[in-house]
């Protein structure tokens, strides 16, 4: 049984213009141990459906308008608030986007990691204390004792995604989902971060559902892929299946905009860009929604929307070209 089953999930926001459907019929598993990337450009429903899962999201204007969220047999669809807050933290942690705005900036970081510690394990004040600057130690943050009385601004940006790892990661969850954890840094800390994700998930034996747009960092973290746009999955593929053999012509289309540095050594060629943008998804058009974007659709891609299916073990896509391909 899969640790995580989503099935089905719409998440929907109420707009002065009309429904916002962000995130419409998605189908994600994660399995125990396992890396699952979820890739797509900004807008596709990543991150919507990442906070879904906790009901992260404003509610209102927010609302998940069907679907299921099965975690270890259990659906948190029909969950409240306070009975979320039992499974926040403690058995699934997330890693925000952009710590600075996600610590509180007038507690100390030792305040902050303890407050979850004690509100979910019987550790005492000390204990959680001493519980802190362990976890501080292990996500590498130099003079641990005497850094965690400091306050989220005293920190570099780097060093504040790490606090923030120590955080999601204090209770030891039997899942962490990182929220492009390292869009904000530069690239040398990014490959950082990543070690350090990798190296927290082999020590906890977790798994981990990276949201990411970045498809090198896929390449080089993920177990199994799935691709989003427009708020649909369009593809899912084990991770050498996706770049040995991408099917969606939207995936090929991400894949073929990396540099690819042991190509161009050989023969230089120019980046491919993908034209047009992903649509508005207010009253969406009928049909396939990447078809104004794509230089294969056909009659039927306006007409009708493709069925995610399988067209070999583990790999599943939703496009109308499938068979031909």
Known sequence: MALLDIKGLKTHFTTDDGILQAVDGVDISINRGETLCVVGE???????????????????????????????????????????????????????????TSLNPVLTIGEQIAESLRRHEAVTKKQALERTIEMLKLVQIPNAAGRVHHYPHQFSGGMRQRVMIAMALACRPKLVIADEPTTALD?????????????????????????????????????RVVVMYAGKVVEEAPVDELFGN???PYTQGLIRSIPRIDLDAEHKTRLEAIGGSVPILINPTPGCRFAPRCKH???ICAEREPRLREIAPGHRIACHLGDAQ
């Open 42 to 100: 900004s807008g596709c429903g990543k991150t919507v459906t990442a906070m879904s899962i906790l009901k992260l999201i404003a509610m209102p204007p927010g609302k998940i308008v069907a679907g299921e969220i099965i975690f270890e047999g259990r659906d948190l669809v029909p969950l409240s608030s306070s009975e979320l807050d039992d499974i926040r933290a403690k058995e699934i942690g997330f890693i925000f986007q952009e710590p600075m």
């Open 187 to 223: 690239v040398t800390i990014q490959a950082q971060i990543l070690d350090l994700l990798q190296d927290m998930k082999e020590r906890f034996g977790m798994a981990v559902m990276l949201i990411t747009h970045a498809m090198g960092v896929v390449a080089e973290t993920a177990q």
């Open 246 to 248: 991408p099917r969606h």
């Open 297 to 299: 659709a056909m009659s």
